[in-house]
């Protein structure tokens, strides 16, 4: 979460192909992960969410990996589509489940 | 349901002039509040956030306050605005304790 004022790195694929989008947090007391999906000029929206006592979770299109012991967060989406293009967040819960603080997002371009 | 309402959408403001954001709630009681500030490209740092009226955590010192005073309502201040104060502000809400996070639509403020 501290990487906030570096430049978003880019990820490019090609439309249909899967996406995969790479977080690292680095509070070993996190216990509740989520990624969000913000598109230009708009307020981040819920995508998946992952509790620290599980290593993987689906959800339509889109399956979160978590690996503790790297302290490593993967968001996957299936098939990727142009309304997919967006920035990416992972955000972890700290602060007894009141602090929300974000990792550096992730542009996705979808190229057709 | 749940909504948050965040305005002004956008604001310009000359330098050394004061500021209120003003961010609200509805339809949901005692959330976790919380404000970010979001440069143009950058990543989501957290400013402040709140478990309760009158109660504000501050994450990073700088020339902004925030306030709680009722249960849904959170403003974030400035007494004298800088340059370095433009960027996109979001208000978000959560029942805490390992739930996901509401954004607001932001407000993109301009320092001249």
């Known amino acids: 979460g501290e990487s906030v004022g570096l430049h978003l790195p880019t990820l490019s694929v090609q439309e249909g192909d899967n996406s995969i989008i790479n977080c690292a947090y680095s509070n070993s007391a996190s216990d509740y992960f989520i990624w969000y999906k913000q598109e230009s000029g708009k307020g981040p929206q819920f995508i998946i969410d992952i509790r620290s006592n599980m290593d993987k979770r689906q959800g339509q299109r889109v399956t979160v990996l978590l690996n503790k012991t790297v302290k490593h967060l993967s968001l996957q989406i299936a098939a990727t589509q142009p309304g997919d293009s967006a920035v990416y967040f992972c955000a972890e819960e700290t602060g007894g489940g009141n602090k929300l603080t974000f990792g550096t997002g992730t542009q996705l371009k979808v190229e057709l | ?112």
């Open chain 2, 1 to 112: 349901s749940q909504t948050i309402h965040q305005w002004p959408a956008t604001l310009v403001q000359p330098v050394g002039s004061p500021l209120s954001l003003e961010c609200t709630v509805e339809g949901t009681s005692n959330p976790n509040l919380y404000w970010y500030r979001q440069a143009a490209g950058r990543g989501l740092q957290l400013l402040f956030y709140s478990v309760g009226i009158g109660q504000i955590s501050s994450e990073v010192p700088q020339n902004l306050s925030a306030s709680r005073p009722q249960d849904r309502q959170f403003i974030l201040s400035s007494k004298k605005l800088l340059l370095s104060d433009s960027g996109f502000y979001l208000c978000a809400w959560s029942r805490g304790g390992r739930t996901e996070a509401f954004f607001g639509q932001g407000t993109r403020l301009t320092v001249v």
